[in-house]
């Protein structure tokens, strides 16, 4: 059975068609990229899987259940996790704060009263075995604010790692990176374990080619084509789409 | 900027040994310290100074809870409500017909009463102001929220003005008499003093509690990235809902203590005018300081005597004042001031 299944997916902003149709499938462990010029709808796209948005029509399976309709934090407590493409964190709290927050969204006792969340020592190890997994132990106590944008991006990818998901969401990990932190950010995606299946988008091919088995290339909001990483690179329509076709440069300006 | 969030959150996480040691000995110079020897301070006071200042202590303690009751709310949730005097006013107004009207003079029940009745308030009104309005992520505009909560209040208002049977209409209730407390014991405008600090201080305690627990880190959450809460699993329209209930009962209980503390209630209590103290009180002492709305209290009632005694025909002029004041000066409010000036105090000293 497909871990995550969309069934003609279509969102209109108005009289925009950003997606247009979208039927997918998602097999357990399998590592998926999503690729296409800005404004293919992958975003979009991704709001419709996390909750974030409805919609127009068709309907999203996660775990053979319908959860077109289930709201943001549901899907979470199902299995999926998603990181932001702009960085989205707590700029206010610490590291550690950030990542025990992110531990509690999915466990009991997030509305405790009682009891100190900062001195709750079995989120606080795990935090820990977390952060150092991430290499963000040495900065705990550093305001988010004040990372540089490096390790702010690790923590984006770290957080919705604390859910232990079974579907990973990741929306340009690599966003803005130098080549080394890239390759960095690269090989921690391929360690993952088997348990978690990751559907990501990205622009860096170095990323896409190191961790998918499959990629979609996505072009107004429709699969332009799809295969292995093999299949991609050898494509015509994924060159003239993707990386802009010489014809299209010189001959329609 | 440095507050106090920063400064717990250096406290735990720590491997252990002398580091975390030499940190648990800051933090309890940091906090012990002024806690008990303010605590000390205003339980000798009354002994030393004249009937007047007591009671001008007293309404500090009092607006001190109401300022924090909306610092829940909105330091910590990242909710700003402008007609927090609704709850206020509810508490007080509960509890003074409940006297009058209902004859139920046990103070305790009537407290009870008067709490449950403001919850019951809060959590209706927070569904057209969570719901149709909406504050934080997917809201159209935080300004419909603001405007709604500020209609919240006179409408309250306006009630108390049209149930005249009930409320003593435009004049408001009067003669509430002091509490009692059962087993035949009943306050004096002296010992009221005492009932109002235990009451302010275990509320304190309690709020305390609440924003450094669980619950309280993920209000703080949803203040600094809502969308990002959700995504982590959290149902952010509860938490958003829950604390509106939980600041409207301080807020509540605040309102009670002052009906008893004047013996009075009127519409205003519950309008524009009561909802500004709050308002004054959580900008002036500082959004980002647990106690900050408390020292906005203690300088809001001192301004409030000494301004009325030398501008007697203009003093609210003076509160303006102060607020732009505030914001030119320390826009982070008093409280951070105040906080980063004892770090250096207890700095030097160890």
């Known amino acids: ?117 900062l001195k709750d020592k079995e989120l606080v190890a795990i935090a820990q075995e977390l952060l150092e997994s991430v290499a963000l132990w040495d900065l705990r106590d550093e305001k988010v604010s ?101 014809k299209s440069v010189t001959g329609t300006w | 900027m440095e507050d106090d969030r920063v400064l717990e959150v250096n406290t735990p996480a720590g491997p252990g040994g002398k580091a975390t040691a030499a940190r648990a000995a800051r933090s309890l110079s940091l906090t012990a310290i002024p806690v008990v020897g303010i605590g000390l301070l205003i339980l000798v006071l009354p002994l030393f100074v004249p009937t007047f200042i007591s009671s001008l202590v007293t309404k500090m303690m009092i607006y001190g809870l109401f300022g ?67 504050v934080g992520a997917g809201a159209t505009n935080p300004i419909y929220f603001l405007l709604a909560t500020i209609a919240f209040g006179e409408l309250l208002s306006r ?15 009067s003669g509430i008499p002091e509490p009692d407390l059962g087993f035949g014991f009943r306050t004096t405008a002296s010992t009221y003093y005492y009932l109002v600090f235990v009451i302010v201080a275990v509320s304190v305690y309690l709020m305390y509690r609440i924003v450094n627990s669980h619950y309280g880190y993920a209000l703080r959450g949803i203040h600094d990235n809502e969308r990002r809460m959700q995504a982590l699993g959290y149902n952010t329209w509860l938490y958003k809902y829950t604390s509106w209930i939980l600041a409207g009962v301080f807020g509540g209980l605040a309102g009670v203590l002052f009906a008893y503390f004047g013996g009075t209630m009127v519409p ?58 505030t914001i030119m000066l320390m826009p982070n409010g008093v409280g951070v001031e105040v906080l980063k000036l004892w770090k250096r105090v207890t700095r030097g000293a160890a």
């Not at chain 1, 006792?109 to 969340?117: Q, S, T």
Request: net charge positive; glycine share 10%; hydrophobic share 50%.
């Open chain 1, 1 to 117: 059975m497909a871990l995550l299944e969309t069934n003609r997916i279509f969102v209109h902003f108005g009289g925009l068609a950003a997606v247009k149709g979208l039927s997918l499938s998602i097999e357990p462990g399998e590592r998926v990229a999503l690729i296409g010029p800005n404004g293919a709808g992958k975003t979009t796209f991704f709001n419709v899987l996390t909750g974030q948005i409805r919609p127009s029509s068709g309907s999203v399976h996660f775990k053979g259940m319908d959860i077109t309709n289930h709201s943001v934090y549901a899907r979470t407590h199902m299995g999926m996790a998603r990181s932001f493409q702009i960085t989205s964190l707590f700029p206010n709290l610490s590291v550690m704060v950030n990542v025990l927050i992110a531990l509690q969204g999915i466990r009991r006792g997030r509305y405790d009263l009682r009891r100190y969340f």
């Open chain 1, 146 to 246: 004040s990372l540089a944008y490096g390790q702010q991006r690790k923590l984006e990818i770290a957080l919705p790692l604390a859910s232990s998901p079974d579907l990973l969401l990741l929306d340009e990990p690599s966003c803005g990176l130098t080549p080394a932190e890239s390759s960095d950010i690269t090989s921690r995606i391929r360690d993952l374990g088997p348990k978690i299946t990751v559907l990501m988008i990205a622009h860096d091919m170095d990323l896409v080619f190191g961790v998918a088995e499959r990629v979609i290339l996505l072009h107004y909001g429709e699969i332009a084509c799809e295969g292995t990483c093999e299949e991609i690179r050898a494509n015509q329509m994924v060159k003239e789409i993707y990386m802009g076709s010489r």
């Open chain 2, 68 to 134: 924090l009751s909306l610092n829940l709310l909105w330091g910590y949730g990242g909710i700003p409500s402008f007609g927090h005097a609704a709850f206020f006013g509810t508490g007080g107004y509960a509890a003074g017909i409940m006297i009058l009207k209902a004859g139920i003079s046990n103070f305790w029940l009537n407290l009870v009463l008067a709490l449950l009745f403001t919850a019951v308030i809060a959590a209706i009104l927070g569904i057209p102001a969570f719901r149709v309005f909406g």
């Open chain 2, 159 to 173: 009630m108390a003005v049209a149930l005249r049977p009930l409320t003593g209409g435009s004049t408001g209730i």
């Open chain 2, 268 to 325: 205003n209590n519950l309008a524009m005018i009561t909802s500004d103290i709050a308002f004054w009180l959580v900008i002036i002492g500082s959004t980002t300081v647990f106690f900050g709305p408390l020292l906005a209290a203690v300088l809001f009632v001192g301004i409030e005597y000494f301004a009325s005694i030398y501008l007697p025909a203009r003093w609210p002029l003076i509160f303006g004042a102060v607020m732009v004041a």
